[in-house]
């Protein structure tokens, strides 16, 4: 079992340029997330979605977009890239169920110029 | 989710037993007490959880207060590999609740 995987793994854009972040899990979880984490910081959500077809605003959506066109995977989109957003993301995901464990890829390490 | 209070650094001797502290005092009823913990450039890694009862796992055991204010992470021998920073999460598990609030948590150094 691979669990979460993302790709890519690093990523340097320059201001301006977009890009897309693929997050791929082997659990058949129904609910799947996107966070971010800036140096010295917790997780932050950026988008969420708790089945194929759908997805939810998180605590800073500014500046993304997600798709959930199949089950097993979960896309983050960046449209035009700012320096803000450089980060690191998570992708991670989970059973639908009260207890709610969430189980975390690699991350992608992105740097905006 | 209800805020939790963790000290933001400790340390402990390889081989020794680890406990980390988390302070919630506004916890709710149907707020689970969760620990996930973060390895120098890896994403974070579920450890436990609890509701009431105190709760033991291969990874780590969690002792819950009685009032549920707050609750305590033990590790009991220390690694080198247990070297990470460790979140104590409130998760409500009403529904429409899906985030994991994630604060700044305790980095745990291990002295070999």
């Known amino acids: 079992n691979a669990g979460v995987t993302q790709t890519p793994k690093f990523r340097v854009l320059k201001t301006g340029q977009s890009m897309t972040l693929l997050c791929a899990q082997d659990?058949?979880?129904?609910?799947m997330y996107w966070y971010r984490q800036d140096p010295g910081m917790g997780l932050r959500l950026i988008h969420y979605?708790?089945?194929?077809?759908?997805?939810a605003k998180g605590e800073v959506p500014d500046g993304y977009n997600v798709s959930r066109l199949k089950k097993q995977n979960f896309l983050l989109g960046l449209e035009s890239a700012a320096p803000s957003q450089t980060s690191v993301y998570f992708c991670?995901?989970?059973?639908?169920?009260?207890?709610?464990?969430?189980?975390f890829g690699a991350g992608t390490r992105l740097s905006v110029l | 989710d209800a805020k939790t209070t963790q000290p933001n650094s400790m340390e402990s001797n390889e081989e020794e037993p680890v406990h980390l502290p988390c302070n919630h005092s506004?916890?709710?009823?149907?707020?689970?007490i969760h620990w996930y913990r973060q390895l120098p450039s890896q994403g974070p890694e579920y450890v436990i959880h609890?509701?009431?009862s105190n709760v033991n796992n291969r990874m780590a055991s969690l002792a819950i207060a009685e009032d549920r204010k707050s609750s305590t992470l033990i590790l009991h021998r220390a690694t080198l590999r247990d070297a990470a920073v460790y979140y104590c999460?409130?998760?409500?598990?009403?529904?429409?609740?899906?985030?994991?609030?994630f604060g700044k948590g305790t980095k745990l150094s291990v002295i070999p």
């Open positions: 991670a995901s989970s059973y639908s169920n009260r207890v709610n464990i969430q189980y």
């Open positions: 999460i409130l998760r409500d598990s009403g529904a429409g609740s899906y985030q994991l609030t």
């Open positions: 506004t916890i709710s009823g149907t707020d689970y």
């Open positions: 659990m058949n979880h129904e609910y």
């Open positions: 979605s708790v089945g194929e077809g759908t997805t």
């Open positions: 609890g509701l009431t």
